[in-house]
């Protein structure tokens, strides 16, 4: 297997004032072609750590790096490499012819510190520039076994970077990784832990199995990611979607979607399909969202999706206890009685929206986001949320331990979540 | 000077699926403080690559790590620096109390994986975790030339990374720093291009001077960042304060906040301030909204700020035609005649939601989101914008170029605009 190592070159990485998107690029771009990548790596503006970010070519088939060849005085890579190599640095007349060409058609002098992008160490090649001034560098150099490692260094500019990799250096690193492949899915679920994700999937996550398993978790969202390596794209693939169906069996219900998949878009299918009962699809707003803590972040996730009126007509943004009896008629003597906090009230507002609104599907939440609000018996991140359906109301208390954005985050994923399993017609696992 | 190196662990990171945002973080973190960072490095969930990243602390004096410290099988961290301190890992009671008593209060039974999280390798100790179940760890390791050399492990949520990091990680590196200082402070505008910014500030801006100013853009929001690097904290922070005195004497009231602001937080305090007139103030809802293409967005900016209740009350979604006159009596026909996106139709929705909820201002929003719904005449990105106040109705129609939620966002954040200028009594300059 060919692997790879990607190092980046820059003060501004280094120093954290721009996040070095490029080496992910690359990752995928590599990956996609079945070369496996060791590590990346990044260095600053500085001849010594260059030259040992450098160096890692002799633990690998291929170094990607990019940064530092520009102009000015902070760009040493060709320093570096030309260091490494233990070569001098040569004018390269052809380079030279380019980038004269180049300042010639913009109409301007060129500057005589652009020369030294025309300076490679002796032995190595330019790689063409498509897009700016700054020509790539090939090199090569021995491994510690002995094997042909190849250098492949591309400007940082990563519109330059990516230009150059796509046309003169991943041709080239296909052909040394040859027909193999890692094709990858993720599968997302929504409402429980990390950990129990991990158990129902067991043997799956062998670290040895391949296809992997794997789990992240962002924004409360726990994803599946399998990622299946194999010497033909077609084997790869196939092997992909063996165990994507293994990790469908064993987590069913609980996931609800794939890849770039939001909740609310599978929501928002659902919806618009046969989940909704024939009787209901008569209605114009199949659902209507009354909200306290939420303060409109469930209404907007519902209206994030393009076409969203064909399911959304309004919502009731209702943050205090009059806005309650006001727009949704929640009995004020209700709310005195249980609190604003409570499953009475919630089941009432979503209820009231219901009525409001005529939509057959109607959610509400009400909860304590904090950071203040909370008392010993309902603490902050104790959130109500209730469905509305046609054959009654649902109801559910959580506690979601975090901060105020993620109390409110957690709670409208949750209200999503009761409403998807409502759709597909299941019992919530949780 | 006092040298750090990045490590982060995850396969998801190797493979490029996803962009490593951590270290730039913690770089700016130890930038701030006067730390050297040496290098960054991401490797994957592999136990000998772990290994051979951590040994980097032989390299430096502060070792930052994140990531492999959750409770599955690919999470190797502890593992792997149990190897090369060569030490066994062993049940850390305290850590595990802890964790028993996280899932307690979440009421919920602790998977028997999760008990990994309080192993630690001998001698080692655990660092708090106050926003998830990972502790981090602490570890010494000696340096090449025999000095000390720190390791702190932390969760690579980024979240919790960030709160350990505050909590306990910065202050002891702060310590081993001493001395010179970068300080920064970020001003931030919306409404204008960078270009004006930059045309504002001017001299300002030269690449020479120190303390330096620089423009970045995020979210439509144009933020001014001066750093200042002085031998002292004290001289630092005196010539940065020099340097913020000029940028705002240029921008005025361009400049809605610094730092951390938000607009909406902006906003919500003017909202609580003598800013709006006494005779006001009598209203509790001080301020409502009624939005179309937002959705929602609006009101959730609104309630994002803790307290919200002290000035917001209610809000209307109202997506579609027939519940802005079903919730905010705008006429049938005003929206027959000149079209939903249209300032009539945002006027009269400003008007309703004032009437409707009693708040002496009133924001409303109706526009064209996208991807569909755009005419030549009224394309994808024209967006009406009404604010309702005591003596009348303003309103505004703005193009915002982008795709659905680079519109829905830039609406929200305009109407907000909007009001912070009616609240501190200027002119919108744009």
Redo the contacts between chains.
């Keep these: 297997m060919v692997t790879a190592i990607i190092l980046s070159i820059g003060d501004e990485?280094?120093?954290?004032?721009?996040?070095?998107?490029n080496?992910?690029?690359?990752?995928?771009?590599l990956?996609a072609i079945g070369v496996r990548?060791?590590?990346?790596?990044?260095?600053?503006d500085d001849l010594r750590?260059i030259e040992e970010?450098l160096i890692a070519a002799t633990r690998c088939n291929v170094l990607l790096v990019s940064g530092g060849l520009g102009p000015t005085e902070d760009d040493l890579t060709r320093q570096a490499l030309a260091a490494i190599l233990k070569v001098p640095l040569e004018i390269n007349e052809a380079a030279l012819r380019t980038l004269v060409g180049w300042f010639a058609e913009l109409k301007r002098e060129m500057p005589e510190s652009n020369k030294i992008q025309a300076m490679f160490p002796r032995g190595t090649t330019p790689i063409p520039n498509t897009c700016g001034t700054a020509p790539g560098i090939y090199a090569e150099l021995l491994t510690r076994g002995g094997q042909r490692s190849r250098i492949f260094i591309m400007p940082g500019v990563p519109k330059e970077m990516k230009a150059m990799f796509a046309r003169d250096v991943l041709p080239q690193v296909r052909k040394l990784a040859g027909g193999a492949a890692?094709v990858?899915r993720?599968l997302h679920t929504f409402g429980v832990?990390?950990?129990?994700i991990?158990?129902r999937l067991g043997d799956l996550?062998?670290?040895r199995r391949n296809p992997?398993v794997?789990?992240?978790?962002?924004g409360g969202v726990v994803s599946v990611?399998v990622?299946s390596y194999f010497e033909s794209r077609e084997r790869a693939l196939e092997e992909l979607e063996k165990t994507v169906a293994a990790c469908r069996e064993r987590l069913g219900e609980l996931i609800y979607g794939e890849e770039e998949q939001t909740l609310a878009e599978v929501v928002a299918k659902l919806l618009r399909s046969d989940a909704v009962p024939e009787a209901l699809r008569f209605y114009?707003?199949v659902v209507t969202?009354a909200?306290s803590?939420?303060?409109?972040?469930?209404?907007?996730m519902?209206?994030?999706i393009?076409?969203?009126?064909a399911y959304?007509?309004?919502?009731?943004?209702?943050?205090?206890n009059?806005?309650k009896t006001?727009?949704l008629l929640v009995p004020a003597e209700l709310i005195a009685r249980h609190g604003a906090v409570s499953e009475p009230v919630a089941e009432a507002m979503a209820r009231g929206a219901q009525e409001q609104?005529g939509a057959p599907y109607a959610l509400a939440i009400t909860g304590i986001?904090?950071?203040?609000g909370g008392t010993p018996e309902k603490p902050v991140g104790t959130v109500c949320v209730a469905l509305a359906h046609a054959s009654g109301v649902a109801v559910r208390t959580f506690?979601f331990?975090?901060d105020?954005?993620?109390v409110?985050d957690r709670s409208a994923k949750m209200a999503l979540t009761m409403l998807r399993f409502e759709l597909i017609g299941k019992r919530m696992p949780f």
């Design positions: 990485l280094v120093l954290g004032q721009t996040v070095d998107t080496s992910a690029w690359l990752s995928q771009q990956s990548i060791l590590s990346h790596a990044t260095v600053p750590a970010g890692i990858s993720a832990g990390e950990s129990t991990g158990e996550m062998d670290r992997s794997g789990t992240t978790v962002s990611r990622n114009q707003p969202t909200e803590c939420t303060g409109g972040l469930l209404a907007k519902l209206t994030d393009p076409g969203s009126s959304f007509r309004q919502g009731y943004v209702t943050y205090s009059e806005s006001d727009l609104s986001a904090g950071p203040d506690r331990p975090g105020r954005e993620f409110r």
